[in-house]
């Protein structure tokens, strides 16, 4: 399994990116995609998931109202929508996919860089 995250940048605060996400590898049925992030200095923090079958999203209440996840089955990629951007969501975003039986997200993408401006 591959994943190629990008679309990171620096943007000014209230402004919005959006990351996207290519997989590869496998079918991606009944598997789970996902995005973290990881600030300077701080723990890694999940940021939202997405089922590929249906398309049910999960997302971290820091992203909740701003942050949009969703996936192209015919295209095999992942989208985060980011608006309203604040200084404090600079971090690199990583993508990531396990199946919907693993505990833990198994593959990650190298991560694109997202800086905020005040």
């Known amino acids: 399994v591959q994943l190629q995250a990008f679309g990171g940048g620096l943007v000014q605060a209230r402004g919005s990116l959006r990351l996207s996400c290519a997989a590869s590898g496998r079918t991606f049925t009944n598997w789970i995609m996902g995005w973290f992030r990881q600030a300077p200095g701080k723990e890694h923090e999940f940021v939202a998931s997405?089922?590929?079958?249906?398309?049910?999203?999960v997302s971290a209440d820091s992203a909740k109202g701003r942050f949009t996840i969703s996936r192209d089955k015919a295209k095999n990629t992942v989208f985060l929508q980011m608006n309203s951007l604040k200084p404090e969501d600079t971090a690199v975003y990583f993508c990531?996919?396990?199946?919907?039986?693993?505990?833990?997200?198994?593959?990650w993408g190298q991560g694109t860089l997202v800086t905020v401006s005040s």
């Open positions: 990531a996919t396990k199946s919907s039986a693993a505990r833990n997200f198994q593959y």
């Open positions: 997405v089922t590929w079958n249906l398309g049910t999203t």
